[in-house]
Structure formats: C-alpha cells, structure tokens
C-alpha cells in the first residue's frame, strides 16, 4: 500500500526485493558531501493504475512512468536551473550504461563523468556511421546506419594495456593511509549504433594496487583533461556514496512508516535538511575540528541541547504524559467508529 512499493532491485541489500526506490542527487566540495534532491521512483505498474495511485495521493502530473534514467536528468536539469553550482556530474554504472542520457547531458552542456560496465563498446578510430549506398531498384532503400569500424569492449581494451602504460596516482589522502591506485586514459569514440555521429570522449581505467579490480568510466570533459582530473572525477563518487552512508545512520533516511507520495518526500527533504546542516559545520571547522563527523556533531547536540528528561522522576512524568495522549487518540478514534456503524444501522 505504500507509494511506489514492488519487487525490484534494492541496492542496498544487493537483491530485488519488495521496497521502494529514490533517485538522489549530492553535491561534495572539499570531501564533504550532502544529499540535495530526491524523487520517489514509480514502476510502471503503479503509473498504470490510477486508482492505486490516488490512494496514495500521488499528483496527477506524477502519473506518468518515467526511467531512473529520465527522472535523473529531469533533476540534473532542475538543480542547474534553480540555481545549484557544480562542474560537473557523476554517476555509477546503473547510469553510465544508458547512451541516450550521456547523450543528453552532452548536449544540454553538463560535464559528466559516468562509470561504465566492463562490456562497454568503443571505437579506437572514428566509426564514421553512414547509410549504405542503395545497390539495386528493388526494395527498400538503405535506412539504417552502419560502419566498418571493428568496436572492443572496454576490458578487451585494458587487458592490451602494457605494464608502462598504467599511471600510478595518489588522489587523496585517507583515515588508513593514501589513497592511491594504477590508472589508464584514453581518447575513444562511442556509438550506440543509432546517433547521426560518433562521440569522443575520455576512457578511463582505474585499477587497484593488487590488480585484482578494474573499474570503467567515460567523461565528456575537455580534451585537454589531465590523468589527475579524470582520477579525481572518478574519485568524487566515494563522498557521495559516503553521505549516503551518513544520511541513514545519523540522518534516519531509511527510518520512516509512510504510505503517501508527499509524506515519502517530505521525510527526503528533512534528511537533506539535516545532511546539509551537518556538512556545513564540518566544513565551518575543518580548519580546527579536520576529522569531526556526523557523529561527532550529534553527541555534540546531544550533549548541548537541552533535554526535558534529567531524573528519573521526568522520566516517568515523560511516559505518563505519553500514555495520556494515546488514551485520548484511541478514545476518540472509537467515538467516530462508533458515529460511522450508528450512521451505517
């Protein structure tokens, strides 16, 4: 019964699963980060069932089903209209595998830098996609794009990779140490076997220490961006995925028994509140506090805030109060059960 509710994959427990799912968006500056937009995703079953979704008070223009894919660029466009600075954005692979979307956030300007999947097509040479010259009178004539250029996957691509080629980089310093791994660039070109053209865009390879993990990404930026740039674009997402780890053990992001789209949203935009309060103190005293936390600042409210609840005699005036009110809300829920079956006789 709750908004948007089905099985699908919950990413947090790694497994389709009965739940629901958001598309979030954070900003991270200065390696912290803080949750600043966020949609409810409906599955198409649910945009499909209007009487459902009225239940549950989901707006009329929100009644139409829309890819993760699609409600993530909607936000990204959103947030640069309203205002929002950043340079660029970043996402995992959930995203980076959808060309359309790098497409299009190509093409409205944005700087991306996308994790892709260890199957990514590329193009070492521009694939020059063009129709075929009509060979006969008969039939149709040639619509569809082709080329003759040969693609790779973007692991095929690595494995060819000699040991001098890999760059070794430390993009950040860490709590166990330098955070440092092997990293690889190259100018490729991207076709999704529709586009008029070919795109060129930076490949990026990272590789752990022990070489035992690769990760992909594509990015748009500027030819000229250098190995570092691109590392430290890839870096960023750790501060996300960080503040998302933040907002559901200090924050409650995943604390909520709500049924209705507004109250789903409504919980979001507290969390975000509360997120982006806590980054803007650690950010306020990193030059006195570098390490402070989450954490860190809740014990400190904790501690400073003051508290109804001091001896043990509050206590139990607490509970007794409590327990008072939900007398009066049990007492007045059974009048109007009993108002409704009078009506009903």
Same mark, same amino acid.
């Given at each position: 019964?709750? $908004?948007?509710?089905?099985?699908?994959?919950?990413?947090?427990?790694?497994?389709?699963?009965?739940?629901?799912?958001?598309?979030? !968006?954070?900003?991270?500056?200065?390696?912290?980060?803080?949750?600043?937009?966020?949609? #409810?995703?409906?599955?198409?079953?649910?945009?499909?069932?209007?009487?459902?979704?009225?239940?549950?008070?989901?707006?009329?223009?929100?009644?139409?089903?829309?890819?993760?894919?699609?409600?993530? /660029?909607?936000?990204?466009?959103?947030?640069?209209?309203?205002?929002?600075?950043?340079?660029?954005?970043?996402?995992?692979?959930?995203?980076?595998?959808?060309?359309?979307?790098?497409?299009?956030?190509?093409?409205?300007?944005? &700087?991306?830098? @996308?994790?892709?999947?260890?199957?990514?097509?590329?193009?070492?040479?521009?694939?020059?996609?063009? *129709?075929?010259?009509?060979? =006969?009178? %008969?039939?149709?004539?040639?619509?569809?794009?082709?080329?003759?250029? *040969?693609?790779?996957? *973007?692991?095929?691509?690595?494995?060819?990779?000699?040991? =001098?080629?890999?760059?070794?980089?430390? &993009?950040?310093?860490?709590?166990?140490?330098?955070?440092?791994?092997?990293?690889?660039?190259?100018?490729?070109?991207?076709?999704?076997?529709?586009?008029? +053209?070919? =795109?060129?865009?930076? /490949?990026?390879?990272?590789?752990?220490?022990?070489?035992?993990?690769?990760?992909?990404?594509? =990015?748009? !930026?500027?030819?000229? @961006?250098? +190995?570092?740039?691109?590392?430290?674009?890839?870096?960023?997402?750790?501060?996300?995925?960080?503040?998302?780890?933040?907002?559901?053990?200090?924050?409650?992001? $995943?604390?909520?028994?709500?049924?209705?789209?507004?109250?789903?949203?409504?919980?979001? !935009?507290?969390?975000?509140? @509360?997120?982006?309060? +806590?980054?803007?103190?650690? /950010?306020?005293?990193?030059?006195?506090?570098? /390490? #402070?936390?989450?954490?860190? #600042?809740?014990?400190?409210?904790?501690?400073?805030?003051?508290? %109804?609840?001091?001896?043990?005699?509050?206590?139990?005036?607490? &509970?007794?109060?409590?327990?008072?009110?939900?007398? %009066?809300?049990?007492?007045?829920?059974?009048?109007?059960?009993?108002?409704?079956?009078? !009506?009903?006789?």
């Amino acid at each position: 019964m709750s $908004a948007g509710v089905a099985r699908q994959w919950n990413g947090r427990l790694g497994k389709v699963d009965n739940c629901q799912v958001g598309v979030f !968006a954070a900003v991270t500056r200065d390696g912290v980060a803080s949750v600043v937009d966020a949609d #409810l995703y409906l599955p198409e079953k649910w945009a499909k069932d209007t009487t459902r979704c009225e239940a549950v008070g989901v707006p009329e223009e929100a009644q139409t089903f829309r890819t993760k894919g699609e409600i993530a /660029l909607d936000m990204v466009i959103r947030l640069r209209r309203e205002g929002l600075h950043f340079s660029f954005v970043a996402f995992d692979g959930g995203y980076g595998h959808l060309p359309w979307l790098l497409g299009e956030l190509d093409v409205e300007g944005e &700087i991306f830098f @996308a994790e892709v999947h260890s199957d990514q097509a590329i193009y070492l040479q521009d694939p020059a996609p063009a *129709v075929a010259a009509r060979r =006969s009178s %008969k039939g149709r004539a040639p619509r569809r794009l082709r080329t003759t250029a *040969v693609p790779m996957t *973007v692991a095929a691509w690595a494995a060819t990779q000699s040991a =001098s080629a890999w760059g070794r980089l430390s &993009i950040r310093d860490g709590e166990k140490g330098e955070v440092m791994a092997d990293y690889l660039t190259q100018r490729v070109w991207v076709w999704d076997g529709e586009a008029p +053209l070919a =795109s060129r865009w930076h /490949l990026l390879v990272r590789r752990e220490l022990d070489g035992t993990k690769l990760k992909f990404g594509l =990015s748009n !930026a500027k030819p000229r @961006a250098s +190995l570092r740039r691109l590392a430290e674009m890839q870096g960023a997402r750790h501060f996300v995925e960080q503040s998302f780890r933040e907002a559901k053990s200090a924050c409650g992001m $995943a604390e909520y028994q709500v049924r209705r789209w507004q109250a789903w949203h409504h919980h979001m !935009a507290l969390v975000m509140i @509360a997120t982006m309060f +806590l980054a803007k103190e650690r /950010l306020a005293h990193r030059e006195t506090a570098e /390490l #402070l936390s989450c954490r860190d #600042l809740i014990e400190i409210m904790r501690h400073r805030l003051p508290t %109804k609840i001091v001896t043990d005699e509050d206590l139990a005036a607490s &509970i007794i109060d409590r327990h008072r009110r939900r007398h %009066k809300a049990m007492e007045s829920a059974y009048r109007k059960q009993a108002a409704m079956l009078s !009506a009903l006789d």
